[in-house]
């Protein structure tokens, strides 16, 4: 798996522990090993500027998804599909607003926002009331996995 995490955000970003995260997730979604994915951290007006570019909103958003090759998850007994998964644009400075207000901090808000974006990169939305269900109960399964394997080490 080739996962490039890449800070311009001017924030401290532990990028080991982003791509380890990245890779546990793609590995447990069953993404193909050769799969890439790009992560980037930028400040607020480059996010703002991308969410008015591509989502056509404005102002700064937490995290943006930019599928490339629209692979889905893997399924068992049969050999995922390779490709590039896409690009996650990261926003730290929202990231650290939001985790304050959950009460959980900047970390925990980065982690989520991660797992959030590569469910959506693999074909995850919440536009719906039963898609939003879905995938965030496939988001909060996958990090509270990621933080019991983290916490026991």
């Known amino acids: 798996m080739s996962i490039e995490v890449l800070n311009e955000s001017g924030h401290e970003l532990d ?21 890439e994915l790009c992560i980037k951290a930028v400040d607020e007006e480059t996010i703002a500027q991308l969410n008015e570019q591509w989502m056509e909103k404005e102002g700064p958003t937490d995290v943006l998804a930019f599928p490339m090759d629209e692979l889905r998850p893997g399924l068992v007994n049969e050999e995922p599909e390779e490709g590039v998964l896409g ?45 939003h269900k879905t995938m965030f109960a496939l988001q909060d399964q996958l990090l509270a996995r990621w933080r019991a394997q983290t916490s026991a080490r």
């Open 15 to 35: 990028v080991k522990a982003l791509a380890g995260l990245s890779r546990f997730v793609m590995d447990a979604m069953r993404v193909h090993p050769l799969a």
């Open 87 to 131: 690009d996650l644009v990261l926003c730290p400075e929202v990231a650290r607003r939001q985790g304050e207000a959950a009460g959980h901090g900047t970390e925990a808000e980065i982690e989520l926002l991660t797992v959030h974006g590569i469910l959506h990169l693999l074909g995850y939305d919440h536009a719906e009331p039963e898609e």
